[in-house]
């Protein structure tokens, strides 16, 4: 009734699972890179960069290219591993720069282009910005396809449906965090607020016969995973997954597409005056945001870090 994705650069982590899918993210990156058993893949990546840019550049831009190639060399690992595709992101700091993002989710389809893998494996992942949302758009019109990541309202998720999306991520967990710490309140099953949301941008999208893929994201829990059955995709860590396959019990299907069609919903049309005044109107959603794209962003200064520290120690 769902597919699983693995939230993971791990390679081991995927090969034990057997997801049809995988994503990556900044963090989860730099932290395989720190891991002995990436070693060879990291510095493989910047020998060649180094060698590209020629002996007279500085680590700082060597570092930099090294940087725009290594998701893609995770990627490519990856694609040997899962059947079906694989999520590369764009710099968290482009999120509101529709032209760079633009460009740069170009540049990363070139790179998966030259080395032969199908544009239908790729997701290019944007943040679910205004912005991010149109630049998503174009994209889809040339055939390069999108996952839009850091959707916490319902207005960022129908705004990516009209935009015709591959798919986007709802953050069910960091949904539940605002709540917790905002309302002072602890939430069970069905009345999680991050369950809440992705089954209502389920049934929203089910009713309406959108072609937008949901795939519920950053999880807390096994009991939001259990809560979701049924959702299009569910991408989920390897912690959680080691959980899953240890238990004993039935699973039964929470989220129905012919269910959702029966259901009374109201249509909303969506521009960027409407999204903005619900964005604006949501403060767990423009908190969330905000925060989700700082934390990308200090993940991608990390890792820049850890390359430019690394590109002085290689050799050739």
Not at 170 to 175: A, K, L, M, S, W
């Amino acid at each position: 009734m769902t597919k699983v994705v693995a939230d993971t650069g791990d390679f081991e982590a995927i090969l034990k699972f057997k997801p049809q899918d995988a994503t990556t993210n900044p963090s989860l990156i730099t932290i395989a890179a720190k891991l002995p058993a990436y070693q060879s893949l990291v510095d493989g990546v910047l020998k060649k960069a180094k060698n590209d840019i020629g002996s007279g550049a500085s680590d700082k831009a060597v570092a930099t290219l090294a940087f725009e190639r290594l998701a893609v060399a995770f990627g490519q690992k990856i694609l040997n591993i899962v059947p079906g595709r694989v999520s590369t992101e764009v710099d968290a700091r482009l999120s509101y720069d529709k032209t760079g993002t633009l460009k740069q989710a170009k540049e990363i389809i070139a790179q998966y282009d030259k080395l032969g893998v199908s544009r239908d494996r790729i997701l290019i992942k944007i943040a679910a910005t205004w912005e991010g949302i149109q630049a998503a758009k174009e994209l889809e019109e040339q055939g390069i396809h999108c996952n839009l990541t850091l959707v916490f309202g319902l207005h960022q998720a129908i705004a990516c449906a009209e935009a015709k999306v591959t798919l986007i991520s709802p953050f069910v967990g960091r949904i539940l965090d605002w709540y917790k710490n905002n309302k002072k309140k602890d939430y069970q099953g069905a009345e999680d607020p991050g369950v809440v949301s992705v089954t209502t941008i389920y049934n929203y999208f089910k009713k309406f016969g959108y072609g937008t893929v949901v795939m519920g994201a950053s999880f807390r829990n096994m009991s939001e995973i259990i809560e979701l059955a049924g959702c299009d995709l569910l991408t989920i860590s390897p912690k959680l997954l080691e959980e899953l396959s240890s238990t004993e019990g039935e699973v039964k299907r929470k989220l129905d597409p012919v269910h959702a069609k029966t259901l009374s919903i109201e249509r909303i049309n969506m521009d960027q005056a409407t999204f903005n005044k619900m964005h604006q109107a949501d403060p767990m959603a423009t908190e969330q945001l905000t925060k989700g794209i700082a934390g990308f962003t200090a993940s991608l200064v990390e890792l820049e870090s850890l390359l430019v520290t690394k590109v002085s120690e290689i050799k050739g």
